[in-house]
């Protein structure tokens, strides 16, 4: 059995790595209620403008738009969206573990533009090609990091080096729970249907979308990173807070086994005493 001192030191060890883990979900919780409140102040206004596009999409037109162009898929392309730090729980083996098996099932070359260093770090390693790479967010992502990332693919779209893009996040349920989802971005695909309103068009239905479509794929990767940020922060309050129960936990059991030894050391000093005083006898 270790010594009292030696207990008493992992004891206190692990004491101070409690105080960190219990900050740290603090800190989480905070950054979550923020996190949080972007993504449903984003959904609305994500929605509003998918809606708009149907509508302006379903008017036949004689111009032939860049990014509704559909074509023979010959390599495909992935925008995945991971953290820059760990510590956050299952939430970026999920996405990378998604993001692999449907990379491996695909019969055609495949492209990654990885948003996050921690699926660039795992896919680095790989024989995937990264076609370009987002890191340093931050805690609060904006809208022009946003259009910088719907330029780049935009730009690898249009000019034919993928032609297929799809997006891998994580959709933000609650602070305990989220799930990784595909969704295609490029093509942007036309709505079936008869659309229910009728729109009278200024400047011009060709003029709209031109403006519209690239304003709609900057507006769903911002949505979706905003989803994505708040997924990790909520899984790293959940881990830290898990990890601050454990180390309680520990704490506990190591004081007992301390106590134990110390009983230990005083009955084996009592037995020596004993015995001596028997022995003068």
């Given at each position: 059995?270790?010594?009292?001192?030696?207990?008493r030191r992992r004891?206190?060890?692990?004491?101070?790595?409690?105080?960190?883990?219990?900050?740290?979900k603090?800190?989480?919780a905070?950054?979550l209620?923020k996190a949080?409140?972007?993504v449903?102040?984003a959904?609305?206004?994500?929605?509003?403008?998918?809606?708009?596009?149907?509508?302006?999409?379903q008017?036949?037109?004689?111009?032939k738009?860049?990014?509704?162009e559909?074509r023979?898929?010959?390599?495909?392309?992935?925008?995945?969206i991971?953290?820059d730090r760990?510590?956050?729980?299952?939430?970026?083996?999920n996405?990378?573990?998604k993001?692999s098996?449907?990379i491996?099932?695909?019969?055609v070359?495949?492209?990654l533009?990885?948003?996050?260093?921690?699926g660039r770090?795992?896919f680095?390693r790989g024989?995937?090609?990264?076609m370009a790479?987002?890191t340093g967010?931050?805690?609060?992502?904006?809208?022009?990091?946003?259009r910088?990332?719907?330029?780049?693919?935009?730009?690898?779209?249009?000019e034919?080096?993928?032609d297929?893009v799809?997006?891998?996040?994580s959709?933000?349920i609650?602070a305990?729970?989220?799930r990784?989802?595909i969704?295609?971005l490029l093509?942007i695909e036309?709505?079936?249907?008869?659309?229910g309103?009728q729109?009278?068009f200024?400047?011009?239905?060709?003029?709209?979308?031109?403006r519209l479509?690239?304003k709609?794929?900057?507006?769903l990767i911002?949505?979706?990173?905003?989803?994505?940020?708040a997924?990790?922060?909520?899984?790293?309050?959940?881990?830290m807070?898990?990890a601050?129960?454990?180390?309680k936990?520990?704490?506990?059991?190591?004081?007992l086994?301390?106590n134990?030894?110390?009983?230990?050391?005083i009955?084996?000093?009592?037995?020596?005493?004993v015995g001596g005083?028997?022995?003068?006898e």
């Amino acid at each position: 059995m270790a010594g009292v001192r030696d207990i008493r030191r992992r004891i206190r060890s692990v004491r101070n790595t409690q105080q960190i883990t219990k900050a740290m979900k603090m800190v989480a919780a905070a950054n979550l209620r923020k996190a949080q409140g972007k993504v449903v102040a984003a959904r609305p206004y994500a929605r509003q403008l998918q809606e708009v596009l149907s509508r302006v999409a379903q008017v036949q037109t004689d111009k032939k738009h860049p990014l509704l162009e559909k074509r023979t898929v010959s390599k495909a392309g992935y925008i995945l969206i991971t953290s820059d730090r760990g510590l956050c729980g299952g939430y970026n083996a999920n996405l990378i573990r998604k993001t692999s098996s449907i990379i491996a099932e695909q019969t055609v070359a495949t492209g990654l533009v990885p948003v996050g260093r921690k699926g660039r770090d795992f896919f680095r390693r790989g024989k995937v090609e990264i076609m370009a790479e987002f890191t340093g967010l931050g805690n609060n992502p904006d809208y022009t990091q946003a259009r910088e990332i719907a330029v780049e693919v935009m730009r690898l779209y249009q000019e034919g080096a993928l032609d297929e893009v799809y997006l891998v996040y994580s959709e933000f349920i609650s602070a305990i729970n989220s799930r990784p989802l595909i969704i295609k971005l490029l093509p942007i695909e036309k709505p079936e249907g008869k659309a229910g309103k009728q729109y009278i068009f200024e400047p011009s239905p060709d003029d709209i979308l031109t403006r519209l479509l690239p304003k709609y794929v900057e507006t769903l990767i911002y949505s979706k990173i905003l989803e994505g940020k708040a997924s990790e922060v909520g899984a790293r309050m959940t881990a830290m807070s898990s990890a601050t129960d454990n180390a309680k936990e520990l704490i506990d059991r190591l004081t007992l086994i301390m106590n134990r030894a110390r009983q230990a050391a005083i009955t084996k000093e009592i037995t020596e005493i004993v015995g001596g005083a028997a022995a003068l006898e």
